[in-house]
T-cell receptor, first 117, second 109 residues
Framework: DTAVSQTPKYLVTQMGNDKSIKCEQN?????MYWYKQDSKKFLKIMFS???????INETVPNRFSPKSPDKAHLNLHINSLELGDSAVYFC????????????????FGPGTRLTVT | GQNIDQPTEMTATEGAIVQINCTYQ??????LFWYQQHAGEAPTFLSY??LDGLEEKGRFSSFLSRSKGYSYLLLKELQMKDSASYLC??????????WGAGTKLIIKP
């Protein structure tokens, strides 16, 4: 059974398009994350959600919007795609809860390789 | 600002021992993680240190010195499959993970 899954695995699209990446975790975790890993392999946190509330929003353009329909899902929607958005996007989850415990290890999905042409 | 430093790349020989260092400067400290990432794959958890000292887990050990803002990952009896990037990450006072850029480890026969 896959713990954290993402779809699609590969996404090739043109500048200006809007696209979404889906993420689901079946670990019962409370917190989910989106990361961007660029060509230099640096892992940058974009968002995290805890019980449907956004608790981290680093300096990410507002073209990126996370959407969490429930605790097990955190989708990433990207508007008006740009060349610089090309990267691998990882979803992750952890047991971290607001107000206590942790930090806990994060479990990563397989990644979505986004190529903008 | 917050900063994590690791060597960009290291090379070692199969069967040998290698130590990957990580130094950090963060606002607060709630523990340090090491992750392994094979090329084209997702990072996977290796270890977590929150107290000073050495944590051993099979061929891998991780050490922490909070006073020095320093950690290392020690890999023994290196195997070809250990060729990967090793990421150091620190949980700060807000429990946010600050990630290093990773160390690419190349194992030669």
């Amino acid at each position: 059974d896959t713990a954290v899954s993402q779809t699609p695995k590969y996404l090739v699209t043109q500048m200006g398009n809007d696209k979404s990446i889906k993420c689901e975790q079946n670990l019962g975790h409370d917190t989910m994350y989106w990361y961007k890993q660029d060509s230099k392999k640096f892992l940058k946190i974009m968002f995290s959600y805890n019980n449907k509330e956004l608790i981290i929003n680093e300096t990410v353009p507002n073209r990126f919007s996370p959407k969490s329909p429930d605790k097990a899902h955190l989708n990433l929607h990207i508007n008006s795609l740009e060349l610089g958005d090309s990267a691998v996007y990882f979803c992750a989850s952890s047991q971290d809860k607001e107000g206590g415990g942790g930090p806990y290890e994060q479990y990563f999905g397989p990644g979505t390789r986004l190529t903008v042409t | 600002g917050q900063n994590i430093d690791q060597p960009t790349e290291m090379t070692a020989t199969e069967g040998a021992i290698v130590q990957i260092n990580c130094t950090y400067q963060t606002s607060g400290f709630n523990g340090l993680f090491w992750y392994q990432q094979h090329a084209g794959e997702a990072p996977t958890f290796l270890s977590y240190n929150v107290l000073d000292g050495l944590e051993e887990k099979g061929r891998f050990s991780s050490f922490l010195s909070r006073s020095k803002g320093y950690s290392y990952l020690l890999l023994k009896e290196l195997q070809m499959k250990d060729s990967a990037s090793y990421l150091c990450a620190v949980s700060d006072s807000n429990y946010q993970l600050i990630w290093g850029a990773g160390t690419k480890l190349i194992i030669k026969p």
